[in-house]
């Protein structure tokens, strides 16, 4: 059973930078897709970022892009977001997820999902 853990949210000043991790293991992280989403209150799930197997192929909403960087290490099963520039928009629960297969915007085919990591950008 796959089993995806976040962390590194906090609490951050407008203009600041944070950085997420996601551990994943019990599953073939390093064969599959990952991404990242976010959901605010009161407001759908959205794609942020997604990474391939190999990590050749990046993908991002237009409201992060060039404020937010996707990686892995498949060595180390883990998944990671550097956030810089953060707005308060940007506040939300981020949740990291794993597919077999093609990198997707949509959360509906992502197989496996972490727990969240709140994030909270004051202004």
């Known amino acids: 059973q796959v089993q995806l853990r976040e962390s590194g949210g906090g609490l951050v000043q407008a203009g600041g930078s944070l950085a997420l991790s996601c551990a994943s293991s019990g599953g073939a992280f390093s064969r599959d897709a990952m991404g990242w989403f976010r959901q605010a209150p009161g407001k759908e799930r959205e794609f942020v970022a997604a990474?391939?197997?190999?990590?050749?192929?990046?993908y991002y909403a237009d409201s992060v892009e060039g404020r937010f960087t996707i990686s892995r290490d498949n060595a180390k099963s883990t998944l990671y977001l550097q956030m810089s520039g953060l707005k308060p928009e940007d506040t939300a629960v981020y949740y990291c997820a794993e597919r077999e297969g093609l990198t997707s915007k949509i959360p509906g085919v992502y197989d496996y999902w972490g727990q969240g990591t709140q994030v909270t950008v004051s202004s």
């Open positions: 990474i391939s197997w190999h990590g050749g192929n990046l």
